[in-house]
């Protein structure tokens, strides 16, 4: 029976995919992915096409990422119905979303479409902080400790609440935020544990361990991530 | 140069290991691995086993879970010792760790002993968490919302705060703690929109989404997560 599969690719590099994920990928029929973005492409995509079969149709369409809630279900919907009507005809359909899709992607808003008028598999990725983690041998929480993983676009008395409470964070969607993030950091006595990661495992990768030399000037890219552990942070920057 | 290699193998599925820790398996020279465990074996080393190339040296060693921290303390050091030593006559060696290696593993303790005096590289991994919510179709979380990861053993004024102020949790080793968590989900009117996942993609997985039904006698596993979205958790329960 055919089937939809929302497949986690991770962070950038192409090797940080499921077996699972690629062996998916080899046998779809229709991949579902954004037409191209301003920056002349969608990552997704670039990340999974090593592991497409020859015979991959894939279907540009257009997803908003407006705030307009009307206009971006609208067109979900569209792209719903057709998706639907593939799986029906018998072909197994896929959309490709980076890092993990169960964390803060907009898959979730075609899934919650598809998931009871067709069968729906979603595949797990590495997210862009587990992957940062790792690459840089930093635990992101260990033994008793939570974990709190805050978007930077939470209201600010969120962050600020979090990072009085908590020692171990992950700040994703840093972006423009930064400067605000920087602040509160510095305030909470975090920055000395914090590293800042842009793009993780991808060619343009770049990773801040002092945030405080981050010059004002400095274009943090979309993809930026930064880790927090109090136990761990500091030691970590040791080790250069 | 060699190297040595902290490879997180996810939670279950050989599968779903990513494809860069599979070459790097096929790769290694040696491995280190637990002494196999009361229950017959350790289970990183049977998800992994698919991968290993037929020349690989396996060493089982004994590392003690107690929480007497001088004794933990010195048989990691030794395990480390020897490791320095492989890697320095130039042979690849691994150590293998169930699901994210920088998410509660005590991989981490061998990690730190070694990171000074040789290369050390850490692959990511699939969490437990991650692939639940991936294989129940259930956000972890969306748009401005924080995550909480919490280990059930923290103390209950932690957890108590974490469910009154958060609607998105990710709640680990639930194990014995199970009825003090259920009681407080709850308390916190969190109950409705939790699910919990028993050994995730293994063989002997076991889901529960109404924890309620759950018997007082029912023996959680060892490798247990529940996972509460205050937004998705219900409407997940619907979709049966």
């Known amino acids: 029976m055919a089937k939809f599969y929302g497949i986690g690719v991770g962070p950038g590099d192409s090797k940080l995919l499921t077996l699972k994920a690629a062996e998916v990928l080899k046998q779809l029929d229709i991949l579902y992915t954004p037409e191209a973005e301003k920056d002349g492409g969608s990552l997704a995509l670039e990340i999974a096409k090593p592991h497409f079969s020859g015979e991959l149709e894939i279907k540009y369409r257009h997803f908003p990422m407006s705030f307009n ?23 197994d359909v896929g959309f490709i979303t980076l890092g993990d899709p169960m964390i803060y992607s907009t898959y979730v808003y075609i899934m919650e479409k598809l998931i009871n008028q067709i069968e729906v598999e979603t595949i797990a990725g590495i997210s862009s902080f587990s992957n940062i983690a790792a690459s840089q041998n930093l635990p992101l929480v260990m033994d008793k400790e939570p974990l709190v993983v805050l978007p930077c676009t939470a209201d600010e008395s969120v962050i600020d609440d979090a990072m009085k409470k908590y020692s171990c964070l ?28 842009s793009n993780s495992s991808q060619g343009s990768e770049k990773v801040y361990k002092n945030l405080r030399e981050i010059k004002s000037s400095e274009k943090i890219s979309y993809f930026s991530t930064i880790l927090v552990n109090k136990q761990y942070g500091s030691k970590n920057k040791d080790n250069d």
Chains 1, 2 share one sequence.
């Open 69 to 91: 809630q009307g206009d971006k279900e609208s067109k979900w919907e569209a792209v719903a119905k057709e998706v639907i009507e593939d799986v029906k005809r018998g072909r």
């Open 170 to 197: 992950v700040l994703m969607k840093v972006y423009k935020r930064f400067e605000m993030i920087r602040e509160k950091l510095e305030k909470h006595g975090l920055v000395d544990y914090a590293v800042l990661v």
